[in-house]
Nanobody, 123 residues
């Protein structure tokens, strides 16, 4: 499945953005999905994940209460609503699929990755 992430941009601290990740196939609903991010000079890190049936979500401690992951299995799209953004949230954000359909925090357990979308938060 091909993944196309979008929605990144420049925002001031305290602002909001919604990222989208469009999947190319209807089999999108078979997979757990995750968001990861990579800041300049840093390793890729887990942000959020959601199960195939949308029941289970998990978040990195750094984004809990500020970010929300959700998915539309009819339209094959994953979302990440980001509120109260801070400069430390600046990174390239990637979406990824995971088979089986349970969410995970380890990037190596994800099978397929999108190209990334840049989020820049100014202070």
């Amino acid at each position: 499945v091909q993944l196309q992430a979008s929605g990144g941009g420049l925002v001031q601290a305290g602002g909001s953005l919604r990222l989208s990740c469009a999947a190319s196939r209807r089999t999108f609903s078979w997979y757990a999905m995750g968001w990861f991010r990579q800041a300049p000079g840093k390793e890729r890190e887990f942000v959020a994940a959601i199960s195939r049936n949308r029941i289970t979500t998990t978040y990195a401690d750094s984004v809990k209460g500020r970010f929300t992951i959700f998915r539309d299995n009819v339209n094959n799209t994953l979302y990440l609503q980001m509120n109260s953004l801070q400069p430390d949230d600046t990174a390239v954000y990637y979406c990824a699929t995971r088979d089986p359909g349970s969410p995970a925090t380890i990037s190596g357990s994800y099978n397929n990755w999108g190209q990334g979308t840049l989020v820049t938060v100014s202070s």
